[in-house]
């Protein structure tokens, strides 16, 4: 694997923020199986108990169960930290386009409070997650840094706000931050239930109990499908990369993309199902197409991207088999 021969100093410290979730508890995993500590901060509030309990046999692994809302907790969290990795906040569009000042305060002040508990204990690099969302309504396709539109949902704002607070404490503090836009990941413990579950897992459970999913819209639309592995390692890399680039953003992405209903098909077929969809209307604040172009982020952090779409699927198939 791409990441997997990277090395970082002896005994470096890694904080995840939201390593109970689905990025954060995959981004433990692998650092663990590297051989570094890894702490871990994060509320429950989405993610789950078993990704900390998973780990917490561990000599390396530390949990700490706070709110990045508040700044005391995060204070404490970077105490002695190298590397920040912040995954902490809330998904979905739709979500926050219900509860605008709910998302504002955990996205926005949240990671505001972790870029100065880590000023304030001189952590290497924070490298965070942003969000394809940032390019709002901007046509151009691919997606590239730069040529952003107006923003469709609040979600889009806290991480747009993000990056500029993130900006500015590489500019006016020195602090080397590294924000990555990542593209619809998927893979392995991702959540499939409930109302704002993510596409693929919620596609192979369902299809997995012989229920019929639902796509918003016509199935028309794009999007630049991430597999997790891609994401962890851009994550690795970020921590690795050089301060001349500080304070910028990378799209993450597979730099390809695929059609809602394709991706349907593919995984009904992979499944061995014929279980036909059902159509709902569509989602506001959705976007028509997503499809990164992901040269900055393979020129300045090296990012590979080895893992392609098809191959995440089979594999991420495999794994809600097993774990379903
Ligand atoms: N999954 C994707 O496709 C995708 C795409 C773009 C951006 N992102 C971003 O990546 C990050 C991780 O996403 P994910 O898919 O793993 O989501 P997730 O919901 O599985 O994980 C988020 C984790 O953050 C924790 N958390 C939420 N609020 C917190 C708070 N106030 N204090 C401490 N912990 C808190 C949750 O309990 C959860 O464990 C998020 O910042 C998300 O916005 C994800």
Request: overall charge negative; some cysteine.
């Amino acid at each position: 694997m791409a990441y997997k021969n990277l090395k970082f100093p002896d005994n470096s410290v890694f904080l995840v923020t939201g390593g109970a979730g689905f990025i954060g508890s995959n981004l433990v995993e692998a650092i663990l199986e590297m051989g570094y500590k890894v702490r871990c901060l994060d509320d429950l509030s989405t993610g789950s108990r078993k990704n900390v309990d998973m780990f917490l046999d561990h000599p390396d692994y530390q949990f700490i169960k706070g709110d990045i809302k508040d700044f005391e907790t995060c204070l404490k969290a970077t105490e002695g930290v190298d590397y920040v990795l912040n995954q902490a906040a809330w998904g979905s569009v739709p979500r926050s386009i219900e509860q605008p000042v709910f998302y504002a305060h955990t996205n926005i002040i949240g990671t505001l409070n972790m870029l100065e508990a880590s000023r304030q204990n001189k952590v290497k690099k924070f490298v965070y997650a942003s969000s394809s969302s940032v390019y709002g309504d901007e046509a151009t396709l691919p997606k590239k840094e730069g040529i952003e539109g107006n923003l469709l949902s609040p979600y889009a704002l806290t991480k747009r706000v993000d990056e500029e607070y993130a900006k500015l404490y590489s500019k006016l503090y020195g602090l080397d931050t590294y924000g990555l836009r990542y593209f619809n990941v998927f893979g392995k413990r991702q959540n499939p239930d409930g109302p704002y579950a993510a596409v693929i897992p919620k596609f192979i459970s369902m299809l997995m109990q012989e229920k019929r999913p639902t796509i918003y819209g016509d199935g028309k639309q794009s999007r630049d499908f991430t597999y997790i592995e891609n994401v962890i390692e851009a994550n690795l890399k970020a921590c690795l990369a050089s301060s001349k680039y500080a304070g910028e953003c990378f799209n993450i992405a597979s730099g390809g993309r695929e059609y809602l209903i394709d991706v349907y098909n593919h995984i009904n077929e992979k499944l061995g199902k014929e279980i036909e969809p059902l159509y709902g209307p569509e989602r506001t604040g959705d976007i028509k197409h997503s499809h990164a172009d992901v040269s900055k982020a393979i020129e300045m952090l090296d990012y590979d991207c080895q893992w392609s779409f098809k191959q995440g699927i089979e594999e991420s198939i495999d794994w809600y088999r097993k774990n379903l």
